[in-house]
Nanobody
Framework: VQLVESGGGLVQPGGSLRLSCVAS????????MKWYRQAPGQAREWVAS????????SYAPSMKGRFTISRADDKNTIYLQMNSLEPEDTAVYYC?????????WGQGTQVTVSS
């Protein structure tokens, strides 16, 4: 199983980015997929989830209304659309899959929000 994130970068406050997580070795449609982030010196925190099958989703309170998680089954990929970015959103963003009772992690992609 491999998860590969991309789409991070430097963006100004108020800007947008879309992160991608391409999975291989598991079907994202049958896995619980999540995004997490970790800022320097802080614990990793949950950002958003999309459930297997019915694609119901949920968000951490500080991200709700600004971030959108989605899934493209034909590409075996999940996305995180991030709008109205703030300096506090600066972190490494990780993709996580929970499949057949095992957690898998990607290597992360850096998001930096700064003017």
């Amino acid at each position: 199983v491999q998860l590969v994130e991309s789409g991070g970068g430097l963006v100004q406050p108020g800007g947008s980015l879309r992160l991608s997580c391409v999975a291989s070795g598991l079907p994202v449609s049958d896995a619980a997929m999540k995004w997490y982030r970790q800022a320097p010196g802080q614990a990793r925190e949950w950002v958003a989830s999309i459930n297997a099958g019915d694609s119901t989703f949920s968000y951490a309170p500080s991200m709700k209304g600004r971030f959108t998680i989605s899934r493209a089954d034909d590409k075996n990929t999940i996305y995180l659309q991030m709008n109205s970015l703030e300096p506090e959103d600066t972190a490494v963003y990780y993709c996580n899959a929970f499949f057949l009772w095992t957690h898998y992690w990607g290597q992360g992609t850096q998001v930096t929000v700064s003017s």
